[in-house]
């Protein structure tokens, strides 16, 4: 049998559910985090998983620590920047009718 291990004191990956357990959160609360790189996370497949360490580090008061990292080139954030704030709309001319 595996001993059990309190958060915070070992070097496993944490799942998106753990994490949440541990910090008192609530799951979409945890995305958003993930969303604005604001707390450490590695992309295992399609999966998130949290290294124990990095987080119980980010989680102390006064460590100051904000995630730095580049989006992802191919998120759909970067995309729609690259395309331009207009890139999506298509103006009618005032002389075209009923199209």
């Avoid at 008192?24 to 604005?36: D, E, Q, S």
């Avoid at 730095?68 to 075209?96: H, I, K, T, Y």
Wanted: proline share 10%; charged share 30%; with cysteine.
């Amino acid at each position: 049998m595996t001993p059990v291990v309190p958060y915070g004191k070992g070097n496993r990956m944490l799942s998106l559910e753990e994490l949440c357990e541990w910090l008192n959160i609530k799951t979409p609360h945890a995305r958003k985090l993930v969303a604005r790189n604001a707390i450490p996370y590695r992309k295992v497949g399609h999966l998130l998983r949290f290294p124990e360490s990095e987080v119980e580090e980010w989680s102390r008061p006064g460590s100051g620590q904000v995630r730095s990292r580049e989006p992802d080139p191919g998120s759909a954030r970067v995309r729609q920047r690259e395309r331009g704030p207009m890139s999506g709309w298509c103006f009618r001319s005032p002389l075209s009718k009923g199209r």
